[in-house]
């Protein structure tokens, strides 16, 4: 039986059956902009080893896909850029999006929007949503506040956009600039996740009639990073990897996205007027570990407040995921994966602590 200290005494533990009230924590915003705010609370304070990772000195540049040229009806230079963009699913699961057509409007409005949403009053913020990962409007701060051991110098906005469209009711112009926006952006990414479905010598519609992507998830997730006075000190997300098959992200051309490749840091440096892609765990499970879904993280700074606007493209909710058959066995490729609803898979991870790759390695047969 387990021993507890006295109630009352300094050793007491908060009991079992009486868990600690929720805590109460605020967003970095309002945070940051504490008057003479010199230094961090310690709750945001990440163990040394974090930061001190290398960061690489790379030349090599992050792949770029002519998005023009996958749509290309050429059929040499359409499979030329399928093999450059099964390359760059194999060596980055990262790469530059450019040509796509979306316009740069658009890429603007989203963003600016986004900003002034985040300056909305605290109380209508903090009033918005629920707080579960099916929720279609969740409002909060870091990645998931109700476990985090350590806060991330994050505040966000995570939005159902399909197939369910949501928008917050503010700032009023949120819902039509957001309709457009993921709208757009959802083509953009079918069509590249039409190409790596081909990369993997598969059928170009096999990812989308398997996991059903008319009916796929997609969210728009809008992080702020405000200034932070002791950057060195904080993150504004700690590693992980996306769940889901594609998000394409832009940035207010302020740095701060790093990227895990070769054993290091790379620090991506935005292109404006493209999306910086990247695949998620779902394409790692479908592609039977040949494509890894790579660990990413936001470092952050004591000048310029950024903002990003991350869109993830999933399966339907109810679609189960599983390695393709054409990738298994009678290639002597046997599952590395389990089965898996993608739905069940999002509640997995959020109630999974922010630990690397823990959820993708929760459903990996054999270790
Ligand atoms: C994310 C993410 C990185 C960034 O939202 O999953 O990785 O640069 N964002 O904001
Ligand atoms: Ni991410």
Redesign the pocket.
Same mark, same amino acid.
Do not use: V
């Given at each position: 039986m387990a021993t507890t200290a006295p109630t009352g005494s300094p050793l007491s533990q908060p009991s079992l059956t009486h868990p600690p009230p929720p805590r109460k924590v605020t967003t970095v915003k309002a945070l940051s902009e504490s008057p003479g705010l010199s230094s961090i609370p310690s709750i945001y304070t990440f163990p040394k080893q974090t930061y001190h990772e290398p960061v690489s000195d790379t030349k090599e540049p992050i792949p770029t896909i002519d998005f023009s040229l996958l749509t290309s009806s050429h059929p040499g230079q359409r499979s030329k850029t399928i093999r450059e963009l099964g390359k760059a699913c194999r060596n980055w699961g990262f790469f530059m999006v450019t040509n796509h057509g979306v316009p740069e409007r658009m890429m603007k409005a989203i963003i600016e929007v986004s900003r002034e949403f985040f300056e909305l009053p605290e109380e209508e913020k903090r009033g918005i949503g629920g707080k579960h990962v099916l929720d279609p409007i969740r409002f909060g701060t870091s990645f998931n506040e109700s476990v985090d051991e350590i806060l991330c110098w994050r505040d966000y906005v995570k939005i159902f956009q399909h197939p369910e469209f949501h928008s917050p009711k503010k700032p009023p112009s949120f819902r039509e600039i957001a309709l457009e926006y993921s709208k757009r952006v959802r083509l953009v990414a079918r069509e590249i996740i039409r190409g790596i479905s081909e990369s993997l010598g598969l059928e170009k519609d096999y990812i989308d009639e398997t996991l059903n992507l008319e009916n796929g998830l997609q969210l728009i /997730?809008a992080?702020l990073y405000p200034p932070c006075p002791r950057p060195e000190l904080a993150m *504004? =997300?700690p590693p &992980?990897s996306?769940h889901g098959l594609l998000?394409l =992200?832009i940035?207010n051309q302020i740095g *701060? =996205?790093q990227v895990q490749h070769k054993g290091k840091w790379v620090n991506i440096d935005p292109i404006p007027n493209s999306f910086l892609a990247n695949i998620g765990d779902h394409i790692e499970i479908l592609s039977n570990g040949k494509y890894k879904s790579v660990l &990413?993280r /936001?470092v952050v700074n004591n000048r310029d407040e950024r903002i990003?606007i /991350?869109v993830p493209h999933g399966p339907a909710l109810d679609a189960i995921v599983s390695p393709a058959s054409k990738l298994v066995e009678n290639v002597g490729n046997p599952p590395a994966y389990g089965a898996m609803k993608y739905k069940e898979y999002l509640e997995l991870q959020q109630g999974t602590m922010l630990n690397g790759k823990s959820c993708l390695e929760r459903i990996r047969n054999g270790d």
């Open positions: /997730a992080n *504004g =997300l &992980h996306d998000t =992200l940035q *701060g =996205l &990413h /936001a990003s /991350a």
